[in-house]
């Protein structure tokens, strides 16, 4: 059986107090910036323009009691599908931004027990490049696969671990953001009144600008006459959204209308951008939909007959015009009896 490889990739985990507690850590091992004169840093924050090349240095902390080697590259950072999350290409993906403009001083380390090894990197950035933000990460990567039962376990695991880099280029940054195809979706009970009544509404929010934001959105949902169902801000919305990418967002509407028209309002907003998107929606009750779904068919059933019998009736109202008439036999010429020639005057005695 072909095995499925999968990269858990660790970039999140943060403690308070030492240099290497602010690491990305997995708990074997860990990857974080070099402390600086002044203070640590939970995270690379480089500021760069066009053409200009940056050196810093990143060190790969080994928590275990053997010695472990690693893979060490740099990736561009998105997000994630599933919520938005922050993640990293993996080391065979095709990299654009820091992923390809960083380059650690070497490719594989081999960490001592309980040891920590920093290696230099340096992070040149295009005189083409587009200003803005372009986060990425630099991954320490275990390629040792991970598996259960080789005979029944389908899956391998690889796990890494990345410290994040938040790199700006200069020019002029434009924040900007969308709300894209809002839909809603109804869960409502057989029988009216008979069981909870929900909705799903879903959408998609998209940086269409060059700078990472923390956006807020609002849900508001009006139904006929303009009455207020809902008014809430949404929790589920992911902390960082990086510049052009788009996440697939739903949010649960408990005790949405079983019976009503109207519709759902999703507005988006970080600093300097707000943005918003509507859709309409009809509750219905599946009992009353079936009831209505099953006039209208009869209605139709009905319509159509009739209007097939007058079809009937003109077809054949015009087949009765058209008919032709009854040939009739054409009588026998009359014969006609000769006239004699009259005689002149002059001939008569």
Do not use: C
Not at 225 to 252: C, D, H, N, W, Y
Not at 315 to 326: D, M
């Amino acid at each position: 059986m072909r095995k499925l490889y999968v990269l858990i990739l660790s970039v999140f985990l943060l403690a308070l107090t030492t240099p290497a507690s602010y690491a990305a850590d997995n708990g074997s091992w860990s990857v974080y910036p070099v402390s600086t004169q002044i203070a640590a840093r939970p995270y690379f924050y480089l500021s760069a323009d066009p053409g200009q090349t940056l050196r810093d240095k990143v060190t790969v902390a080994n928590k275990t009691g053997g010695p472990l080697t690693f893979r060490l590259y740099a990736a561009d950072a998105y997000n994630t599908a599933r919520d938005g999350g922050f993640a990293v290409r993996t080391v065979k993906e095709k990299q654009l931004g820091v992923g390809a403009w960083a380059h650690p001083a070497r490719s594989r380390v081999t960490v001592p027990a309980h040891g920590s090894v920093t290696v230099p990197f340096t992070l040149r950035v295009p005189e083409k490049a587009e200003p803005g933000d372009h986060p990425g990460a630099l991954v320490a990567l275990d390629e040792r696969l991970e598996s259960g039962d080789a005979a029944t376990s389908s899956v391998a695991v690889q796990r890494a671990v990345g410290a994040r880099i938040y790199l700006r280029v200069g020019g002029p940054t434009v924040p900007a953001l969308a709300v894209e195809k809002v839909r809603i979706s109804h869960h409502q009970p057989l029988v009216p009144g008979l069981g909870e009544s929900g909705a799903t509404v879903s959408y998609t929010l998209h940086n269409t600008g060059n700078v990472t934001l923390n956006p807020k959105v609002r849900l508001r949902a009006e139904g006929l006459f303009g009455r207020t169902l809902l008014s809430r801000e949404l929790a589920k919305i992911p902390s960082e959204l990086l510049p052009g990418q788009r996440v697939r967002l739903t949010e649960p509407w408990h005790g949405a209308p079983q019976l009503d028209w109207g519709h759902v309002t999703l507005t988006a907003s970080a600093p300097g951008t707000r943005e918003s998107a509507s859709t309409s929606f009809f509750a219905l009750p599946w009992l009353m939909a079936v009831v209505a779904g099953a006039g209208i068919a009869a209605a139709v059933v009905v319509i159509r007959a009739r209007r097939g019998g007058t079809r009937r009736w003109w077809l054949r109202v015009r087949r009765g015009r058209a008919r032709p008439s009854v040939p009739v036999r054409a009588s026998r010429p009359v014969r006609t009896t000769p006239s004699r020639r009259r005689s002149s005057p002059s001939a008569r005695p």
